[in-house]
Nanobody, 125 residues
Framework: QVQLVESGGGLVQAGGSLRLSCAAS????????MGWFRQAPGKEREFVAA????????RYASSVKGRFTISGDNAKNTVYLRMNSLKPEDTAVYYC??????????????????WGQGTQVTVSS
């Protein structure tokens, strides 16, 4: 079992920044990857970013590339999502997810094995 706990969400004005954190515990994750997804009201959950624990390779959705940065701290079993230049359309519940045996960085939510409870990000215009 893997437990994922997100934090760092909140209300921010357009153009502002937030940093989300996802602390992982339980099974070792060193062979896998971590992803961030988001879901706005009435919309499907969508991929935001992913990172491999080993080597730090990252992948981003085109909508956030250049504005968001995903990073990981292996010693703390924590992955971060730094979000800059936030837009109202970034408003959503943000979820972190663990892919235990990632051969590639997956953008499909169905490929992830464990999920956190989500943290709300609201960007006002």
């Amino acid at each position: 079992q893997v437990q994922l706990v997100e934090s760092g969400g909140g209300l921010v004005q357009a153009g502002g920044s937030l940093r989300l954190s996802c602390a992982a515990s339980g099974r070792p994750l060193s062979n896998g990857a971590m992803g961030w997804f988001r879901q706005a009201p009435g919309k499907e959950r969508e991929f935001v970013a992913a990172i491999r624990w080993s080597g730090g390779m990252a992948r981003y959705a085109s909508s956030v590339k250049g504005r968001f940065t995903i990073s990981g701290d292996n010693a703390k079993n924590t992955v971060y999502l730094r979000m800059n230049s936030l837009k109202p359309e970034d408003t959503a519940v943000y979820y972190c997810a663990a892919d235990l045996w990632a051969a590639v960085l997956e953008a499909s939510a169905g490929r992830y094995d464990y999920w956190g409870q989500g943290t709300q990000v609201t960007v006002s215009s």
